[in-house]
């Protein structure tokens, strides 16, 4: 077994494969033992923790995880990585690998099915940049308890997650991780830390996932699609914008009004409001 926690190992393990990383999966394997480390301190484990891993790979992290935690489920579209994943996993019996597409897998019958139902979890991850979204909502909407999610992603995504009202990086998917979760980033990750080299900076960023949402809300659904309509035109005043959204039904003056009973002014944008103004307003449309 390669120990891949030295960048040395792991280079020399994809070489002596033959190893391709392929695009459209988004592989860019970790080959910096400091950045395992962060991830690894970022996501607090003890051999207490069951830990999700999307998208194992060659299984650098997961080796890592293997040591710390008591259970770890692993991820992992790619076929082809399953007896590479195997070989390097060899002296551990405490994981398993789902080959599936993640956005496929039922997170929560998977954890049922193991007899772990309702038991918190921890998710790690270096994430595939072509789904982060898709992946990042997936975990918090599901339904599965995480306590934390502590994931490599694109800076700029990290950013977004972390991003607070009226700035440039706020908008639809700030409120959404912030609806969920207290979002922190822990390590800004350069190029040269993966082979092959994305073509963008990285960060680690840690979701500390909230037992209940930190703003009340009637109604989540309809709060999240103001959000959405307030950032699809962020030019816009948030009123235009919702007005021009006809599948929510409101007029400009309506919106204005609420606003005004909130103490916003009318030509406020969506941009400028907080997860518990858009709770409020929310509320009152
Ligand atoms: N964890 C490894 C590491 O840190 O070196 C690999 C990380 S690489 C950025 C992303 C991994 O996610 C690849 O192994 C890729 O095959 C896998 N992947 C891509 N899309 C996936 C999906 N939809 N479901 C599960 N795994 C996926």
Redesign the pocket.
């Given at each position: 077994m390669h120990d891949?926690i030295e960048a040395q190992n792991?280079i020399q393990f994809l070489k002596e494969h033959g190893i391709s990383?392929?695009k459209?999966?988004?592989?860019?394997?970790?080959?910096d033992r400091r950045v395992?480390e962060r991830?690894i301190e970022g996501a607090d484990i003890s051999e207490n923790d069951v830990v999700l891993?999307?998208?194992?790979?060659?299984?650098?992290?997961?080796q890592a995880l293997c040591k710390s935690a008591g259970r770890v489920i692993a991820?992992?579209?790619?076929r082809d990585?399953i007896p590479l994943l195997e070989e390097n996993l060899a002296d551990f019996d405490n994981y398993e690998i789902i080959n599936?597409?993640?956005?496929?897998?039922d997170l929560e019958a998977v954890l049922k099915e193991r007899g772990l139902e309702g038991r918190p979890i921890k998710v790690a991850?270096?994430?595939?940049?072509?789904?982060t979204t898709p992946?990042i909502m997936q975990l918090l909407e599901s339904g599965i308890p995480a306590k934390s999610i502590t994931v490599?992603v694109q800076k700029e995504v990290a950013d977004r997650m972390q991003a607070l009202p009226g700035t440039s990086d706020y908008g639809a998917l700030s409120l959404a991780v912030q609806f969920y979760a207290e979002a922190k980033i822990t390590a800004k990750v350069p190029p040269n830390s993966?082979i092959p080299r994305?073509g963008v900076d990285s960060a680690v960023i840690t979701l500390n996932c909230y037992s209940e949402p930190p703003v009340s809300v009637k109604d989540e659904k309809h709060m999240f699609r103001l959000i959405k309509a307030a950032f699809a035109q962020r030019r816009k005043t948030l009123a235009n914008a919702l007005k021009n959204d006809s599948s929510l039904g409101l007029t400009r003056e309506k919106v204005e009004a609420a606003l005004d009973s909130l103490g916003l002014a009318a030509d406020i944008r969506g941009e400028r409001l907080s997860l518990a103004q858009f709770a409020q307003l929310s509320d009152i449309l």
């Open positions: 891949l792991t990383a392929k459209r999966y988004g592989q860019n394997f970790l080959i395992l991830i891993e999307i998208g194992p790979g060659i299984g650098t992290l997961t991820v992992e579209i790619d990585m599936d597409d993640v956005l496929r897998v991850a270096n994430l595939p940049y072509y789904i992946i490599m993966f994305p």
